[in-house]
Nanobody, 122 residues
Framework: QVQLVESGGGSVQAGGSLRLSCAAS????????MGWFRQAPGKECEFVAA????????LYADSAKGRFTISRDNAKNTVYLQMNGLKSEDTSVYYC???????????????WGKGTLVTVSS
């Protein structure tokens, strides 16, 4: 069992930065690949970024490439999402998720956090 708790959300002006953190419980964190997803009001949940258990491979949605960076610290059981150059369309609830699989679909995630709200004002 893995419990995930996100933090770091808040309100920021367009062009600003935020760093989200996701703290995981459990001794098996390093065996899970981790992902960030987001859901804007009235929209479906979408993939943002993912990182393999070793950190050796990182994947990004087109909307995140060049602006967001995912990283992890297995010693601290934490995954991060550094978000720079934020835009109003980045306003969403951001969720972290964990999987032992290799698919990044929403259905493939084994565990989810409760989310943290990011609001970007223009």
């Amino acid at each position: 069992q893995v419990q995930l708790v996100e933090s770091g959300g808040g309100s920021v002006q367009a062009g600003g930065s935020l760093r989200l953190s996701c703290a995981a419980s459990g001794r098996t964190f390093s065996s899970y690949a981790m992902g960030w997803f987001r859901q804007a009001p009235g929209k479906e949940c979408e993939f943002v970024a993912a990182i393999t258990w070793s950190g050796g491979t990182r994947l990004y949605a087109d909307s995140a490439k060049g602006r967001f960076t995912i990283s992890r610290d297995n010693a601290k059981n934490t995954v991060y999402l550094q978000m720079n150059g934020l835009k109003s369309e980045d306003t969403s609830v951001y969720y972290c998720a964990a999987t032992r699989g290799t698919s990044w679909s929403i259905e493939a995630m084994d565990y989810w956090g409760k989310g943290t709200l990011v609001t970007v004002s223009s």
